[in-house]
């Protein structure tokens, strides 16, 4: 597989991510800009689905829309599960959980805040 992504920004692609997001209904939406915090990606969306299988069917769509607006081939881990499905797209990354998985990791909590140079 050659890498065709077409270029495209990290605050376009959290853009896009943000508005697939919404129209499945994702719940409780939250943004972090990492930007100078981590090296892993510029943005970190967290998000939930009411259920296991809308967590999955949110992650299933999302991958899609990627894949057709910017060429981008999501890395998903957990989509089978329907629990907590990580997609992997490069600049940003997105975590969508069931409510009570969510509430159990705080994932936000560790990285909310955090700026450079913070410990």
Not at 17 to 46: Q, T, Y
Not at 75 to 98: M, N, P, S, T, Y
């Amino acid at each position: 597989m050659s890498n065709t992504a077409k270029k495209v920004s990290g605050k376009a692609l959290l853009e896009s991510i943000l508005s697939s997001l919404d129209d499945n209904k994702a719940e409780d939406v939250i943004s972090i800009d990492l930007k100078g915090k981590s090296e892993i990606a510029d943005f970190m969306i967290v998000c939930s689905g009411r259920s296991s299988r809308q967590v999955s069917a949110i992650a299933e769509k999302l991958s899609d829309d990627l894949k057709q607006k910017f060429e981008i081939f999501p890395k998903v881990e957990g989509k089978e599960q329907g629990d907590w499905v990580l997609i992997d797209a490069g600049d940003v990354i997105v975590h969508v959980f069931r409510p009570e998985v969510r509430e159990f990791y705080q994932l936000e909590k560790l990285w909310q805040g955090a700026g450079p140079g913070d410990a």
